[in-house]
């Protein structure tokens, strides 16, 4: 297990899974100390990766496959052990190595929207035992290098995009450091009949959390994940997660506090969570000025079932302690026309305030408080309680295409608080880098998946187009500019070289001029295209 210890961490935690909390540090013996750890740790995996005995068999199909949101899929995984020693002997190893290209262009530029690009050179190595006696274990490193190519300068790197998980921000304002090698994955997972138990770092799939995985590194999570499956057709799932590792961190860190307050600095703010849909307002010193505790932990729940042969339904729910509470109950349903199938779906999101509106108030931006939230559009002013309401049709015909029609609707109220990446959205009208979870905002949104191979046209390569139209409450001054968006992916697997995939994305976003600032004056023109290309090679 990789726990680092320090003394002077800010948040130190009091459960037994804390025994190592978050660290981050500061001082340049520190991150030495840091580097040569995961050094360490690269090295010893590929020394066992590459003196195994376990070769994988021909096998129909990769090792490991990346799905459409670039989520890893281990199709071949270590069979059982017969003893301690063959628990690492007959393991198996993943490799990937990687490139993500990154172009932001605005239509107006400014001293804070300045264009941007940025390139990540890196790539993985995971390596996952055989099971003996139950028991198997997971470490994967990670490596990310963003100042070989288009490095932007020390002082303009919060002015980077979507780019900005190619390296950390904080290393490079602290130390000028754009490479990032992370062991992001450290988990031993035992199995119990149809019970199954992981602890450690590791990645979480579920409805509130995702690995996101479409830079560079995942988001993964500190913690317990328990899975059972005795009652047929349905998973239930409980964790407990006490840490998160953003993509762009090369520590874990709190699961919702914004800004360390360590020391006056300007970049304290990228040193905890700073996802771009995070809540700006629940800080380090607000929680402390009330009385609360900086170390929280997230509790996560869920029933995933298949009622008969076409009802799937899911209920989770997530526990914020003295921050939220949030249910989320989705259903989808296969109808057949013919040859077509029609899934209607429905997602409700219900968050309820614990205590997280007096500190953070009901606005992400976290400026909206009970003196001013009237005159900013908002219905509270010290409540986080809110809703959401997603719905959509997905027609898929026999063959190459399939089609998705969806709606989401947020209640006027808070905002949704999501700075896990599993995107309240997703799925149904969320385009790509788009953040349409702000209180009163609807969107609209069509989606058109095509097979290129299967429709003739170009063998081993995929097209999806969508377009969303979203509406934002133009009352309130925190929130974004209405805008529609056009976004595209083609991606293209190599049929010479098995595991080389190549991804092109791009979403071209044209905002309306109908956002003006509390003086009365219209806000810039945030229009803008962004060009993704990615290279992935898994082997």
């Given at each position: 297990m990789w726990w680092i210890t320090d003394a002077d961490a800010p948040n130190r935690g009091t459960s037994a899974i804390k025994t190592a909390p978050a660290v981050h540090f500061k001082k340049e013996k520190d991150m030495k100390r840091m580097k040569l750890i995961s050094g360490a740790a690269a090295a010893a995996l590929a020394l066992t990766a590459l003196t195994t005995t376990a070769v994988a068999e021909d096998n129909a199909k990769p090792k490991r496959?990346?799905?459409?949101?670039?989520?890893v899929v281990y199709n071949q995984l270590p069979g059982e052990a017969a003893s301690f020693g063959e628990m690492f002997s007959e393991g198996m190893w993943y490799g990937r190595l990687r490139m993500n290209n990154f172009e932001w262009d605005w239509k107006e530029e400014t001293t804070k929207n300045k264009n941007n690009r940025a390139t990540g050179i890196g790539g993985s190595v995971v390596y996952k035992t055989a099971r003996y006696s139950g028991v198997a274990a997971t470490l994967g490193v990670y490596y990310s290098n963003g100042g070989l190519m288009n490095k932007t300068d020390a002082d303009d790197i919060g002015t980077v995009k979507a780019g900005k998980d190619t390296f950390s921000r904080f290393n490079v304002k602290e130390d000028d450091d754009y490479s990032m090698l992370v062991p992001a994955e450290a988990n031993i997972d035992v199995q119990l009949g149809k019970t199954n138990i992981k602890l450690g770092?590791?990645?979480?799939?579920?409805?509130?959390?995702?690995s996101n995985d479409t830079k560079m590194i995942p988001n993964t999570f500190r913690g317990v994940v328990v899975e059972n499956k005795d009652i047929s057709g349905v998973k239930l799932t409980a964790a407990y997660f006490t840490n998160q590792k953003l993509r762009d961190h090369t520590t874990m860190h709190d699961v919702i506090t914004f800004d360390t307050d360590i020391d006056s600095t300007n970049n304290t703010k990228w040193n905890n969570n700073d996802d771009s849909a995070g809540h700006q307002g629940l800080t380090y010193k607000r929680f402390k000025d009330a009385g609360k505790e900086v170390d929280h932990t997230l509790t996560i729940l869920s029933a995933q079932s298949k009622l008969g042969e076409?009802?799937?339904?899911?209920?989770?729910?997530?526990?914020?302690?003295?921050?939220?509470?949030?249910?989320?109950?989705?259903?989808?349903?296969?109808l057949k026309a013919g040859d077509t199938k029609i899934i209607p779906g429905v997602r409700y999101y219900k968050q309820m305030d614990n205590g997280g509106g007096k500190i953070g108030g009901p606005s992400l931006k976290g400026s909206i408080i009970?003196?001013?939230?009237?005159?900013?559009?908002?219905?509270t002013g010290d409540s986080l309680d809110s809703s959401l309401t997603n719905v959509r049709v997905v027609i898929?015909?026999?063959?190459?295409?399939?089609?998705?029609?969806?709606?989401?609707?947020?209640?006027d109220a808070a905002d949704i608080v999501a700075p896990w990446r599993g995107f309240p959205t997703g799925g149904y009208t969320r385009a790509m880098a788009q953040y349409n979870w702000n209180a009163n905002t609807k969107t609209t949104m069509v989606q058109a998946n095509a097979d290129l191979g299967k429709a003739g046209l170009v063998d081993n390569t995929t097209l999806m187009v969508r377009y969303a139209i979203q509406d934002f409450d133009d009352k309130k001054t925190t929130t974004q500019a209405d805008s529609n968006i056009l976004h595209a992916d083609i991606v293209h697997k190599l049929?010479?070289?098995?595991?080389?995939?190549?991804?092109?994305?791009?979403?071209?976003?044209t905002a309306k001029d109908d956002i003006k600032d509390t003086a009365g004056t219209t806000k810039t023109d945030v229009s803008y295209n962004e060009y993704r290309f990615e290279i992935n090679y898994l082997f």
């Open positions: 496959s990346l799905k459409g949101n670039m989520q770092d590791q990645i979480f799939e579920s409805v509130f959390t995702k076409n009802l799937k339904a899911d209920l989770s729910y997530l526990m914020l302690p003295e921050v939220l509470n949030s249910a989320v109950l989705e259903a989808n349903y296969t009970t003196t001013n939230y009237k005159a900013s559009g908002y219905t898929q015909p026999k063959g190459a295409m399939k089609y998705t029609i969806g709606y989401s609707a947020v209640e049929a010479a070289v098995e595991g080389l995939e190549f991804k092109f994305r791009t979403g071209l976003v």
